[in-house]
């Protein structure tokens, strides 16, 4: 029987979740460079790089759209905490990075919050981090999605006229004042004699 004690212990390593989606997806193989649903690992040191450019960036974007050099996530740590924290650069000289509500032009860096949005061009990337112990190493794992990240969050989606309880649209006269003071509902039933 081998002594447990002599096993080395397996470190937890800190996942970001990239859900990435396109609205020409279905019809155009743009991830496909991309190891889809299988956890990539990478040393904390290297930057994850994400371009159309396979010489330079080790992600790969298959469209002509995007930057050579798109953009770039470094992993770092506080001065002293264990736990990995990463910011976003943005690599493009074309195309404004929006991380969350803000927007990242040419070479502008900004911390990742635990999940955040990312948006250039059509491209929409939601980008949450799962903690681990490891110090050295963390994993990458990239995902498709068939909605739009930003549609489900009601980023950028208009508000809709809002509706009283008859479910006609409230409609204002121009003084500002509704159209008639009386409801539009009744529960009195007419009888024609």
Not at 108 to 116: G, H, I, P, S, T
């Amino acid at each position: 029987m081998g002594d447990i004690s002599k096993l080395e212990t397996q470190e937890l390593l800190t996942c970001l979740h990239v859900q990435l989606f396109h609205p020409n997806q279905a019809n155009r193989p743009l991830f496909h460079n991309l190891p889809l649903n299988e956890p990539y690992e990478m040393d904390a040191e290297d930057p994850l790089r994400l371009g159309r450019d396979g010489e330079t960036c080790p992600f790969v974007l298959n469209d002509t759209t995007v930057s050579r050099k798109q953009l770039s996530v470094q992993a770092y740590r506080k001065p002293n905490s264990s736990i990995l924290s990463f910011t976003i650069q943005n690599l493009s000289q074309k195309v404004n990075l929006m991380v969350g509500g803000s927007e990242l032009k040419h070479l502008e860096r900004a911390e990742l919050n635990d999940k955040v949005l990312l948006r250039f061009g059509r491209y929409e990337l939601l980008i949450w981090q799962e903690p681990g112990d490891s110090k050295n190493k963390f994993e990458i794992l990239f995902e498709t999605c068939n909605t739009s990240p930003s549609q489900e969050m009601g980023i950028g989606v208009p508000c809709r006229q809002p509706v009283m309880d008859s479910g006609l649209p409230w409609r204002n006269s121009e003084n500002g004042g509704p159209t008639s003071q009386e409801p539009l509902e009744s529960d009195e039933t007419i009888f024609v004699v």
